[in-house]
């Protein structure tokens, strides 16, 4: 036996290496078991009494694979050498193994006399290959869908690119209206300067009538001239203090050339209420929406007419789904031919018009829109197909309070406000009492100093500030450094400085006045490290590293580590180029929600999957994709409004909990894993899930 055990082991030295399990067994040439080595009976699930000598090898495998069993051995005896790979029989065997088998004949006095072959073991092998495949195809479908998201996307910039052309169109327009505006002007002037010296020497009352037209005309253009250079110019584009209706009365002989025969009303109040707003912005707004009025005048065929109106709009009065506060509210309603229902519903989205290719850009509603955002209201359209369409614009209304501009609510996020320390360093009589009650209001613990000295006092001796406001007007023969040296009480030498002034280089300046409730509640949650938006602090990164301790599976993990990864790097939060490599690792178990903070008619955040995996979707019970999240959903994925304020601050979010699956109501165990992504870089736009089940037994 010594030859044929060294057969043996250089046939196992020459077997795969990377397997664990490597036998050998030994074969009549006609296939009957002849020796088995003896390490090999307990891995094969038959003992170590067992005596298979005699036994078929061909009995040891399962029928589908017989026939491949029988093709190797009849290649050994004509070519000395096969292979194969087959499964076990259940029924001879324990289990369903599968096996990898290399055949060789032995040889003596010049024929075949044995046949040895070597079986390793493969079944994790071909496992894992049909894992790989598995998720392969997933990659192939996600892949395919990233195809089609690539190609949305390129048109979208297609469509950016030509809305950018006409936009540098409009600039350069603008600087031309601007140039021939000066040019009229001194024309005008001249005509002007000739007809009062034509005038001063008519003798007739019919002649100097006449001229009189002539000089009102004249009047009447240097006026419309005055409001194109005012429409054209292009440093007007920062907020401040505005009066709607006075803007609109100084417009209206513009709006009257831009619908021509049109008729046109115009409904202005006796109260002026103020917004805060950036006048070149909502001239440009109204511009468009009354050009969009008088094109459906003009499309329905007959005369009409185009009313702008402004009212003033009472807390108890609000219209729903915006916060409860005093709001103006600039509406445009035209005599056209209104819009269907299924145009109306899409009025507001990107890239859409129903302008002809060349006449119409689409962004006309969605500025519209953007103005209601920005100035804390909503926009609301009214039409119906022969009626006529109403567009209604509610601005958050403000007041200038010594030297705050406050509209009431126009804070940013309040959920992330108070729970700190202010130190407010400023004048006792005007602007520290307004600082003082807005912080107060906010939640946060204040002190007000009136000098330097006593702000010294308060860090020195009282609690620890999380942040100092200074009023650089008020503390203006204070030296830089020394106010330096104050900051340096607060932890991470946090303060906000304002003043009248711009900054210079020895002494920056974060907010100038008059300053708006929203900047200044705004630069507070920037310094203290709160602001909602993509830029990530160190203390949000840290907060989500802490978040992978918690995770259950190695796939959590390697999803978590791929976002936390490029986030680290960056200091940014991810964008929508991230998905693909996440949701390959849980295809079935992934999702992604699109989030818009702007709140629908209910007060509801809008939330909505934009997709969502099959494992997902079978718990749902439907296809999830472009659902609006609901109470029903917030079952499985959790409080939807609440997880999404949290991610505001940059941070991944873990949770689990025991449920009933939407499907079956059966209990089950359920694993959420959120992260935010930015799409634009400005604020947390999706948030990608991954959402994994356990059933409960019994």
């Known amino acids: ?47 170590a009494d067992a005596d298979p000598a005699g036994e078929s090898f061909l009995s040891w495998w399962a029928e589908p694979d017989v026939r491949c069993v029988a093709e190797a051995l009849d290649k050994v005896r004509h070519d000395g050498k096969a292979t194969f790979e087959a499964r076990m029989n259940p029924d001879f065997m324990s289990g369903r193994r599968i096996w990898s088998v290399q055949m060789g004949a032995l040889h003596a006095d010049g024929g075949t006399t044995h046949i040895l072959a070597v079986l390793v073991d493969v079944t994790r092998k071909v496992a894992r290959i049909a894992e790989l495949e598995e998720e392969l195809k997933h990659a192939h479908a996600s892949n395919a869908q990233l195809v089609r998201r690539l190609e949305t996307k390129r048109e979208r910039i297609r469509i950016l690119e030509n809305r950018n052309s006409q936009s540098d169109k409009l600039q350069t327009m603008g600087a031309f209206v601007a140039s021939v505006v000066h040019d009229m002007n001194n024309v005008l002037s001249v005509m002007k300067s000739a007809q009062r010296i034509v005038t001063r020497k008519l003798k007739g009352s019919v002649e100097t009538d006449l001229f009189a037209e ?126 269907v229902p299924e145009v109306l519903s899409r009025m507001g989205e990107p890239f859409f018009t129903t302008k ?148 210079t280089p020895d002494v920056p300046v974060h907010l100038n006045k008059p300053i708006s409730e929203y900047a200044l509640s705004t630069t507070m949650l920037d310094h203290l490290d709160r602001l909602p938006g993509a830029s990530l602090t160190g203390h949000s990164l840290r907060q989500s590293a802490l978040v992978r301790e918690r995770l259950p599976s190695p796939e959590f993990q390697r999803v978590f580590d791929i976002w936390h990864k490029k986030a680290q790097h960056e200091r940014h939060l991810p964008d929508g180029s ?78 689990s909990a025991r449920v009933l699956s939407l499907s079956d109501q059966h209990p089950v165990n359920v694993h959420r894993l959120l992260l935010p992504l930015a799409e634009g870089g400005e604020r947390v736009t999706h948030l990608f899930g991954l959402v994994h089940f356990h059933d409960v037994s019994g």
């Open 1 to 47: 036996m010594g030859g044929l055990t060294l057969e043996i082991e250089r046939a196992r030295n020459t077997g795969p290496k990377e397997f664990p399990v490597s036998l050998a067994i030994h074969l009549d040439t006609d296939g009957a078991i002849r020796w088995v080595e003896p390490d090999a009976l307990d891995q094969l699930g038959m003992g």
């Open 356 to 503: 002809p290719k060349g006449k119409g850009t689409g962004i006309g509603i969605r500025s519209a829109y953007d103005l209601a955002r920005r100035c804390g209201g909503k926009l609301d359209i009214d039409s119906a197909p022969d009626t006529g369409t109403e567009i209604r614009i509610y601005l958050a209304r403000a007041e200038l309070r010594g030297e705050v501009i406050g509209s009431e609510g126009g804070i940013a996020d309040r959920t992330l406000h108070g729970d700190a320390r202010v130190l407010i360093l400023a004048n006792p009589e005007n602007l520290g009492p307004g600082l003082q009650d807005l912080m107060t209001g906010l939640g946060y613990d204040t002190a007000l100093a009136t000098d330097i000295l006593e702000a010294r006092e308060l860090v020195v001796d009282e609690l620890i500030y999380d942040l100092l406001i200074v009023d650089l007007d008020h503390v203006a023969d204070v030296a830089p450094s020394v106010l330096d040296a104050l900051c340096e009480y607060i932890p991470g030498s946090k303060c906000i400085r304002i003043s009248s002034f711009p900054s």
């Open 214 to 339: 002539v000089d009102a005309s004249i009047d009447r253009g240097q006026s419309l001239l005055r409001q194109l250079l005012d429409f054209s110019r292009t440093d007007d584009l920062h907020a401040e203090l505005a009066d709607p209706a006075a803007m609109l009365d100084r417009d209206k002989g513009l709006i009257q050339q831009l619908i021509g025969r049109s008729g046109l009303q115009l409904e202005l109040p006796d109260e002026r209420w103020q917004i805060f707003c950036e006048p070149g912005r909502f001239a440009a707004v109204v511009f468009n929406i009354v050009s969009n009025a008088h094109d459906a005048i003009v499309d329905s065929g007959r005369p009409g007419t185009v009313t702008v109106a402004v009212r003033n709009v009472p807390r108890a009065d609000c219209p729903t789904g915006v916060f409860p506060r005093d709001y103006v509210c600039v509406s445009i309603r035209d005599t056209g031919k209104g819009m």
């Open 578 to 655: 991230l998905v693909h490599d996440l949701q390959i690792q849980m295809p079935g178990n992934a999702c992604l929600i699109s989030c818009d903070p702007s709140p629908e008619e209910d007060g509801q955040h809008q939330f909505r999957f934009v997709w969502a995996g099959s494992a997902l979707e079978a718990r749902l019970g439907y296809g999830a994709t472009g659902a609006r999240l609901t109470d029903a959903h917030e079952r499985l994925i959790g409080p939807i409004a609440q997880l999404y304020r949290r991610c505001q601050r940059g941070t991944a979010l873990y949770s």
